[in-house]
């Protein structure tokens, strides 16, 4: 029975489906809207009948086929949560929030103990996991269903254990597309976005980390999975360091409440990133060449810290990591993507001191904190380096306690528009934090 709390799924995807002879409660998997046009109610996307018709009439769903097929021969089973129950959750957690943090946590816990709504804006570096922990333990004390997500499995596995520490006691299960473990009933639980889409009013309190991150950022069928994911009334908190322009116009108009955490719990000021012109750089690496100006730039922040070189793409990084090697002959480097099996061994490398340089596509624009680096964005003008990709990348800097004057450089040939939003909001972020007297001077 618990299987289907809260849940929206397939036949086939039950563990047990001996189940499906108790009582339950089906949903059509489909619904037809007009003589053309048929709308998956797993993912909401609307589709033309005649390009999603099978061969026995009926009509599936390609948007959402990564879960399993959703066709019209099929029915999703659900069972309704139960009510909140009030009980007891052992907490441990001894940590301590700056002044900054504390604000912020307060505001959640009286958004969630009204039912209400709660973007979080906090720069990249601040703490924000720590922010959610007395929320948490309110919610879960009161009964409810609290699920985190994020769009990126990376930052699911990274939570998992920072959760399990605080709430030692609560079962917490994690879903992702990847995982072998079979789905159980839990109050609290991390999962990435996509798996929100088997969940139906299920969550009292749903937060989505890093809510401004491929993929969940303009995906219509990710963002009508959290609508169907959280219960009527609950209280669905966005976390981020970047938020999207739909979301900063909710803020504008009051239809959502935004705690800002302009600065890091060390108090410094977030480093800017400088920008420095770089004459021809793609077409330079392409001919195998160095620019002069990136050799420069690494000679001289290498001194002081090891150097993250962010690259367009994977095919220019590894053009340029064997000319960087030429110039650098006495220097460790490696470099980092997406698709390299390697790819976890490699950023333990750069954490260990390893390597001195290192050069990555934008996989390592968020989620990783190395001690002691400066960052050199290559081609900061091509279009992959968005707004909110550059603050991130800029955001690796610094972020330990201890100061090692680390340095942000975006090198580009034509500045864009997203480089100088970048910088602009770094640089508010800075005037806010000192207004509220959360930065000390250097
Ligand atoms: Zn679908």
Known sequence: MQELWGRKVLEQELNDSSMIAKKYQTFPTMQELNENEIQCLRCGQIHLKAIVQLVNHSYYCPECIQLGRVDTGQQFYHLAEPKPVKRNVHFSWEGKLTIGQQQVSDQLLTTVKNAESRMIWAVTGAGKTEMLFKTIHHALEAGFRVGIASPRVDVCLELLPRIQAVFPDEPLIILHGKMAETYCYTKLLICTTHQLLRFYQAFDVLIIDEVDAF?????????????????????????????????????????????????????????????????????????????????????????????????????????????????????SLACVHSQDPERLDKVLKMRNKEYRILLTSTILE?????????????????????????????????????????????????????????????????????????????
């Open 215 to 331: 993929p969940f950022v303009d995906n219509s069928l990710l963002q009508y999975g959290v609508k169907q994911a959280i219960k009527e009334h609950g209280s669905l908190i966005y976390l981020t360091a970047t938020p999207t322009k739909e979301l900063n116009k909710k803020t504008e108009q009051n239809e959502l409440q935004t705690s800002i955490l302009p600065a890091r719990y060390h108090r410094r000021v977030l480093p800017v990133p400088k920008i420095k012109w770089c004459h021809r750089w793609h077409e330079k690496i392409k001919k195998g060449h160095c620019p002069k100006e990136l050799v420069a730039k690494i000679h001289k922040l290498v001194d002081k810290n090891d150097v993250l070189i962010f690259c367009p793409s994977i095919s220019l990084m590894e053009q340029l990591k064997g000319t960087v090697e030429k110039k650098f002959l006495e220097t």
């Open 366 to 442: 968020r989620g990783v904190t190395f001690d002691g680096v400066s960052v050199i964005v290559l081609g900061a003008n091509h279009p992959v380096f968005t707004m909110s990709a550059l603050v991130q990348i800029a955001g690796r800097v610094d972020r330990r306690q201890k100061y090692t004057a680390g340095e942000v450089w975006f090198l580009h040939d034509g500045c864009t528009n997203a480089m100088k939003g970048a910088i602009k909001q770094i640089k508010k972020m800075n005037t806010i934090g000192k207004a509220r007297g959360l930065i000390d001077e250097l």
